[in-house]
Structure formats: C-alpha cells, structure tokens
C-alpha cells in the first residue's frame, strides 16, 4: 500500500470517521474515495487538494512530504499530528496552545540557579 492509502486511513482513524464519512466530507463518491484508500489509484492534484481540505490536513502530509530540515521522522510525525490536530481548534484554542508551546520553549532558554 502506498503512503498515500495509508495517510488517509491514519487521518480517518484520527478524526474518527469511516471512509464513507471522509468521501462524503470530500465530496467523492465512496467507491471512488475507497480506490485512494486501498491504494488501487491515486487523486490528481485537484482531488487531492479537495481531500486535504475536507480532512483538515495539507496535500504534503497525505503525500508523506516532510521538510528537508525534519530528517528525524519522529520529530517530523510530530510536528504533522499537533499540525493536523491545530486544524479543528478555535482560534482562540489555538493561540491558548501556541502561548503553552513559547513558554516551554522559554523555559529551555532561561538560565537556572545554582544550588
């Protein structure tokens, strides 16, 4: 199975929702969402766009696409699910968790005294 079939079961799997429910939030038919699924054809550009948007994710995650600078696939699988999970948060959500992330980041930063 491709990386392709294989994201876009984790995605399903991660919002909770059957493959019927992803290809009715697309706007696919099942059919034809469940050849992406099992691997058996892959989307054009256009369908894919339309899946990652209807699934609250990017084109590059559904395609396993990491940044150069994420070699480490853990780090990069990580930085993926907190951008996947960031897309069904509110904007004040969001800002809440960004606001978390600089204080630990912070916190790193800060000098810390000596006993």
Not at 4 to 27: M, T
Not at 56 to 63: F, K, M, R, S, Y
Not at 67 to 86: K, T, V, W, Y
Request: charged share 30%.
């Amino acid at each position: 199975m491709d990386v392709f079939a294989k994201k876009l079961q984790e995605r399903a799997k991660h919002l909770g929702i059957s493959s019927a429910e992803a290809a009715r939030r697309s706007g696919l038919d099942e059919r034809r969402y469940g050849h992406y699924s099992s691997g058996r054809r892959e989307a054009d550009l256009a369908t894919l766009v339309r899946i990652a948007e209807a699934l609250g994710t990017t084109p590059n995650w559904l395609l396993g696409v990491t940044a150069p600078d994420l070699a480490d696939p853990e780090l990069a699988g990580l930085i993926a699910r907190f951008s996947n999970a960031s897309n069904g948060m509110t904007k004040q959500e969001l800002e809440m968790c960004v606001i978390q992330a600089e204080a630990v980041a912070a916190a790193k930063r800060k000098p810390r005294p000596e006993n």
